[in-house]
């Protein structure tokens, strides 16, 4: 495959759709920004696509609590075509806003769809949170890498990463322990909040929302839909680093890694 398609989802709020863009066309990819309007008239388009993104914001103003009216959206009209491209091994990213409209939507952690070999019931079994601070995060913090299932973290080499966040409702709660537990087992936790020297831990800011065992990110059992609170999109150039001035950064940047990561498994596997 010589371009891989990626599908950036835009509604009322999002805010995160350029940058996404940016970042996937420098990973090699052929990019479109589509409204929902657009997908909800025609719903077949997502089949063009090898990876369908929800970008971050704020979407509809996150009434009803954040992600939820997309959610519920995505939902009733389009879960169908959701499903499909699922079943196609294609690929799904949620970043913050994008995650939150996932878990809501019942697609991340779908540990007990995987238990009872279902096909994607639409049940709901984790959330996130308004932040243990009371406030508005935005800053930026430290991730380790926990999981070796998960695509986006398939050729990993630097730990741990640097990332923004910018969420008021970033706090992952499982619906139960055995949830918890289960996502642990599964090797479904890609990342979670660290210190500078890659140690998990819930001390604040390190772990800026108070999430259970320090959550950041998680996938599905498949390893292709993943969710993530912070923004990988939001560094994709060095210049974007707040101490770019001073410090020798590597490349590629962290945020990029992931990008890199997505469109090689498109163009080894679809």
């Not at 420098?26 to 089949?47: E, M, Q, T």
């Not at 995650?99 to 939507?105: H, P």
């Amino acid at each position: 495959m010589s371009e891989p398609k990626v599908f950036v989802l835009r509604t009322a709020g999002t805010n995160c759709d350029g940058e996404t863009k940016y970042a996937c066309a420098k990973a090699g990819a052929s990019v479109d920004l589509i409204h929902i309007n657009r997908w909800l008239a025609n719903p077949s388009l997502l089949h063009q696509y090898h990876f369908f993104i929800i970008a971050g914001g704020f979407s509809y103003g996150d009434d009803l609590g954040a992600g939820t009216v997309l959610a519920n959206q995505l939902k009733q009209k389009l879960f169908e075509e959701l499903r499909r491209f699922i079943q196609e091994r294609k690929l799904v990213l949620g970043i913050c806003n994008g995650f939150q409209a996932l878990v809501k939507l019942g697609l991340l952690p779908d540990i007990q769809s995987a238990a009872s070999n279902q096909q994607f019931p639409i049940i709901q079994e984790s959330t996130l949170g308004p932040n243990d601070s009371g406030k508005f995060e935005d800053r930026w913090i430290y991730l380790k890498k926990s999981s070796n299932r998960c695509v986006f973290t398939g050729n990993w080499y630097r730990d741990p990463i640097y990332l923004p966040v910018a969420h008021g409702e970033g706090k992952f709660i499982p619906v139960n322990k055995k949830i918890l537990d289960t996502l642990i087992a599964n090797d479904q936790v890609v990342f979670r909040y660290a210190d500078a020297d890659g140690h998990p831990t819930k001390k604040y800011p390190w772990n800026p929302n108070g999430s259970v065992d320090n959550i950041a990110g998680i996938c599905d059992p498949t390893g292709r839909i993943m969710g993530m609170m912070p923004h990988p999109e939001r560094f994709a150039e060095i210049t974007n680093h707040p101490r770019w001035t001073r410090e020798k950064l590597p490349e590629p940047t962290d945020g990029m890694l992931l990008f890199l990561n997505a469109i090689k498994y498109i163009k080894e596997n679809l």
